[in-house]
């Protein structure tokens, strides 16, 4: 009965010093995603540009097709797409 509660302990403190570890690395983690987050609305930010449908397409390759019709509303809330 002492064999198995010792080991019973032994096994316990593994599990307390993985768990501690595992909430020091946690706060870390949020640590640095702070500083990150503060540098990065701080700093300027180029603008982001989404390529158009007229554009260039993947890579800079042209279309293979081209861009499918708006769809059509011929009354509130109803539209088709014609093809």
């Known amino acids: 009965m002492n064999t198995k509660m ?21 706060g870390t983690v949020q640590q640095e995603q702070q500083q990150v987050a503060r540098a990065l609305k701080t700093s300027a930010l180029p603008k982001l540009t989404i390529p158009g449908r007229d554009g260039p397409g993947l890579m800079g390759a042209p279309p293979r097709f081209p861009p499918p019709p708006p769809p059509q509303c011929n009354t509130p809330g109803v539209c088709t797409v014609i093809k």
């Open 6 to 26: 010792v080991d019973q302990a032994s096994h316990l403190d593994q599990v307390q010093t993985k768990v501690d570890l595992a909430m020091t690395s946690l």
